[in-house]
Each structure stands twice: as C-alpha cells, then as structure tokens.
C-alpha cells in the first residue's frame, strides 16, 4: 500500500504559478507510475497529467500541455506538478494518483481514473480573473 498527502494549492491571480506536492509513504515509491487529476465543482475528475516510474516518460492533457511540468524525486518519494501561466479555468481540487507497477514493466503512464490504485485527499487550487 501507499499512502498520497497532496500540498501546495492555494489562492493566486491568473497568469500566477503554483508547484503541487505529493509526498508518499509505504510501498517502495519507484514503483508507482503516478498521476495527477483534477475536479473542478460540478464537472467529472479529469486527467492532468502522468509520469513514468523513472522520470522517463511524461504525458499531459492538451488543456495543459505548455504551462504545467510534471517531475518526481524517487529519493524523496515525491511528485510534483509545476504550473505556470495559470488560468481560471485551472480552477480545481488537484488529486495524486499511483498506479503499482511491481515489475516496472508495462505502460508508461495511464491517463483513465480506473487505473490507478490510491488517491490522495486533494488540495485545492483556486485562480482568480
């Protein structure tokens, strides 16, 4: 098992930049493929963005593409999501995801909610206009 803290939301203008965190605890971290998602108030979770288990690999939502980075620092068991020339539109509950990959074979990344094994609780990022 693995347990996800998310950290680094907040309040900022549009045009602004925040970094998410997402710390991890339990099972080896090099084994999660890892993801971020977000749900913004009444609108379905979506895919934002997925790292490989190494780093290698890195996918992100067309929405996104450009303005956020993904990264992780498997000696820290952290994620992260870098976003830069943020929009209101950015404006979500930002969620961490891991999918276990015990033979660190197999898809690169997964951009489908169903295919990751534990979530975080969420942090919330707010943009305003």
């Known amino acids: 098992q693995v347990q996800l803290v998310e950290s680094g939301g907040g309040l900022v203008q549009a045009g602004g930049s925040l970094r998410l965190s997402c710390a991890a605890s339990?099972?080896?971290?090099?084994?999660?493929?890892m993801g971020w998602f977000r749900q913004a108030p009444g609108e379905d979770r979506e895919f934002v963005s997925a790292?490989?288990?190494?780093?290698?690999?890195?996918y992100y939502a067309d929405s996104v593409k450009g303005r956020f980075t993904i990264s992780r620092d498997n000696a820290k068991n952290t994620v992260y999501l870098q976003m830069n020339s943020l929009k209101p539109e950015d404006t979500a509950v930002y969620y961490c995801a891991a999918k276990y990959q015990p033979n660190r074979s197999g898809p690169s990344y997964y951009t489908g909610m169903m295919m990751y094994d534990y979530w975080g609780q969420g942090t919330q990022v707010t943009v305003s206009s």
């Open positions: 339990g099972r080896t971290f090099s084994t999660y493929v």
């Open positions: 790292i490989s288990w190494n780093g290698g690999s890195k």
